[in-house]
């Protein structure tokens, strides 16, 4: 086999090398089963399991919403892959492109900038691809400038700081205009993250809005803008149009069969002629793959997945495996001939256990299993307290759809080390008050020494070093009168 090119050589050549690529839902259980099946090969040398990830850790999505509220610690919603995989070499890149036909993987790492080495060429045996998904965007114009997007841990986190900076310009500002668009919130996409991303902000600053001494819970302005005529579409539509309800009840305006048109100015106009001055656009209008299956000679189908067997194999070659955002995978338990399994971390899991024992049967030469598993039904949170369910055909709503949410997620975290902290936390959340604090200068470590060093304060929305717009520390332009300033989703 041959030895990596522009990296650390990993040693005596493996008798099997196993490449993952990804480490989302599919990338760390698929691994995690292969580590613990193929442990004393692994401790021997005989094999290598390889996962290429962008991030040391796997984000447990459905915990993206609660972690925006302030319900549950960032680290808690994520799981240390080097602790996880001990067995396993995890490698810290991209793959940027992958050579079926040569059984190599091009991946650029942390260092490739800084040791001038160039990309990396990782050569295997098996290949699982698991890269998921990236957000679906666009040709909208000011999307790019003032969007946010609510896919990974480090958007949710800043989205939390930015609503609550968001009420603090507010209750500083002397101009009625930047004050109305500082306190209008705009989320675009009707699905599971923007529904729950809204629900749960919305909650979360009306609370924080009783320590404001001249913001009320009614001065805010949430928006929900969907392109379809229903939003939590796996709910079925009687729950759907429960969630609708809850949401109007709590004078959020939810815009269907809407789109958005523009963003430009910070002015959000919608296809049925609104127009909304906001500084907070959120954007959860789907997903696509991963940009690496396109820089692949593996088939592709039309909408960019993998095509797959059942046995989560790529379609018409070996050694290659797929699942979870990344494939398309058929629905071996559906009515309808054709139909293809749902994108969601329920499929994700499951396809992860059957694909690792498949990856296994194919080394010993064993027959492999196909994928059948009938989809359960789907869970939303709809904030404290507050939810919708169906679940195994029964339909529940309010707190019991709540709880259940809850509860289904606790069990599904992965170790028993999360399990606990998040039980901990939601334990004593219950306890004592949430908390209301913005830390966004997390996003600028460096901002205060730099201003002590003679630099420029970043305003909250600009990048940092005086790169830009005028910041904080600076006098205000003339023009710019701002001041201050799953049952679900799978990432692969």
């Known amino acids: 086999m041959a030895s990596e090119s522009g990296g650390t050589p990993p040693g005596p050549p493996p008798g099997a090398r196993i490449l993952v690529v990804g480490g989302g839902y599919v990338g760390m259980y698929t691994a995690l089963r292969l580590q613990r099946k193929l442990k004393q090969r692994i401790r021997s040398g005989a094999a290598e399991i390889v996962v290429v990830t962008p991030e040391p850790y796997m984000t447990y999505q ?27 070499r995890i490698v810290i890149g991209e793959a940027q ?56 841990i480090e958007e949710a986190i800043g989205l939390r700081n930015h609503v609550i900076e968001q009420m603090d310009i507010a209750s500083s500002t002397r101009d009625p205009a930047v004050r109305d668009a500082a306190l209008t919130f ?5 699905g599971y993250a923007g529904v729950e991303a809204l629900a749960e902000l919305e909650d979360m600053a009306r609370y924080a809005s009783r320590y404001y001494h001249n913001i009320k819970a009614e001065d805010l302005k949430w928006i929900l803008v969907e392109a379809s005529g229903r939003i939590l579409p796996e709910v079925g539509d009687e729950m759907g149009l429960y969630a609708i309800r809850e949401l109007r009840g709590r004078n959020i305006d939810v815009r269907l069969d809407t789109r958005l048109v523009t963003c430009e100015d910070r002015v959000a106009v919608l296809s049925d002629g609104s127009r909304f001055p906001t500084r907070t656009l959120v954007w959860t209008a789907g997903v696509r793959p991963a940009p690496v299956l396109a820089a692949t000679d593996l088939p592709l189908d039309g909408r960019g997945r993998l095509r797959c067997t059942a046995q989560l194999a790529v379609e018409g070659v070996e050694h290659a495996w797929a699942a979870g955002d990344a494939a398309a995978v058929p629905d071996l338990t559906a009515a309808e001939p054709g139909r293809e399994t749902a994108p969601n971390a329920q499929h994700a899991v499951r396809q992860a256990k059957v694909l690792a024992g498949n990856v296994l049967a194919s080394l010993a030469g064993e027959p492999l299993r196909e994928y059948r598993h009938a989809y359960v039904g789907s869970v939303a949170s709809l904030g404290l307290h507050k939810g919708v369910a169906h679940v195994y055909g029964r339909k529940l709503k309010g707190y019991p759809a709540w709880l259940m949410h809850r509860t289904y997620h606790l069990s599904r975290v992965p170790t028993f080390n999360r399990k606990a902290r998040v039980l901990a936390e939601w334990t004593l959340a219950g306890l004592f008050k949430r908390e209301i604090v913005s830390l966004g200068s997390l996003e600028h470590p460096r901002a205060e020494f730099e201003l002590a060093a003679g630099g420029r304060r970043p305003r909250p929305d600009g990048p940092p070093n005086g790169d830009g717009p005028p910041g904080r520390g600076d006098p205000p332009e003339p023009d710019d009168p701002q001041g201050p300033d799953d049952l679900r989703r799978n990432d692969g």
């Open 62 to 88: 459905p915990f993206l919403p609660e972690a925006a509220a302030g319900s549950i610690s960032p680290r808690h919603v994520v799981v240390p892959l080097r602790r996880v995989l001990a067995d396993c």
């Open 97 to 152: 492109r992958i050579d079926h036909a040569k059984r190599t993987a091009t991946v650029t790492t942390l260092a490739t900038a800084e040791d001038g080495t160039g990309a990396v060429e990782i050569p295997y045996d098996e290949l699982v691809l698991a890269p998921g998904s990236v957000s679906r965007t666009l040709p909208v114009p000011g999307l790019a400038e003032h969007g946010i997007g609510f896919k990974t």
């Open 186 to 190: 705009v989320v675009v996409g009707g």
